[in-house]
């Protein structure tokens, strides 16, 4: 996920872009057609910029879980309940 700054920098440049070619004329229309780009570009960085990223990713949660179902925690708990987890004993054995 882009950081804020950068959308924040980006929306800037596409804006300064649009700005100058408002002023200029370009032949074929290119000026008019750049300019409607740079619009929609900009629209788009601002509809970023808007967004929570916790949202967008919040959005995904829970879908791996789904897949795995409830017999995979279960198992998982069982063997909490019966191993204990943590770090290994280290060898008695010195080098």
């Given at each position: 996920?882009?950081?804020?700054?950068?959308?924040k920098?980006?929306?800037?440049?596409i804006?300064?872009?649009?700005?100058?070619?408002?002023?200029?004329?370009?032949?074929?229309?290119?000026?008019?057609?750049?300019?409607?780009?740079?619009?929609?570009?900009?629209?788009?960085?601002?509809?970023?910029?808007?967004?929570?990223?916790?949202?967008?990713?919040g959005?995904?949660?829970?879908?791996?879980?789904?897949?795995?179902?409830?017999?995979?925690?279960?198992?998982?708990?069982?063997?909490?309940?019966?191993?204990?987890?943590?770090?290994?004993?280290?060898?008695?054995?010195?080098?």
């Amino acid at each position: 996920m882009p950081k804020r700054n950068d959308l924040k920098s980006l929306r800037n440049l596409i804006g300064e872009a649009q700005n100058l070619l408002s002023t200029t004329t370009l032949p074929e229309g290119r000026s008019q057609r750049a300019h409607e780009l740079l619009t929609a570009a900009v629209a788009l960085a601002d509809d970023l910029l808007e967004q929570s990223p916790a949202a967008t990713l919040g959005a995904k949660g829970g879908k791996v879980t789904a897949k795995r179902g409830s017999d995979y925690f279960r198992k998982i708990a069982a063997k909490r309940k019966t191993f204990g987890g943590g770090r290994p004993p280290k060898d008695s054995k010195i080098n």
